[in-house]
Nanobody
């Protein structure tokens, strides 16, 4: 039973930073695992923000967050992170941790004013 539990969201002023965390449990870290972050703002489509792929040892970032957001993973803690710097009001959304594009957490709200 895969569980993804996000935390770290909140309200910040533009230019500020937040670090989101996602504790991953019940997930089999195969050679080709995929973990990432999606977001959805009210009235907008869901957007892939950042993903990391173990098989390719690569990361992907949406153009809108490149240079500002960094995805990382702590294997020992089985925790996925999203460091968000230079936040903008348009980053306001519910952020979801996702595994294999199949398993989703409940989300954590980020509000930038």
């Amino acid at each position: 039973h895969v569980q993804l539990v996000e935390s770290g969201g909140g309200s910040v002023q533009a230019g500020g930073s937040l670090r989101l965390s996602c504790v991953v449990s019940g997930y089999a870290y195969s050679d080709g695992y995929c973990l990432g972050w999606f977001r959805q703002a009210p009235g907008k489509e869901r957007e892939g923000v950042a993903q990391m792929y173990s098989g390719e040892s690569s990361t992907y970032y949406a153009d809108s967050v490149k240079g500002r957001f960094t995805i990382s993973h702590d294997n020992a803690k089985r925790t996925l992170y999203l460091q968000m710097n230079s936040l903008k009001p348009e980053d306001t959304a519910m952020y979801y941790c996702v595994a294999d594009c199949e398993f989703w957490g409940r989300g954590t709200q980020v509000t930038v004013s």
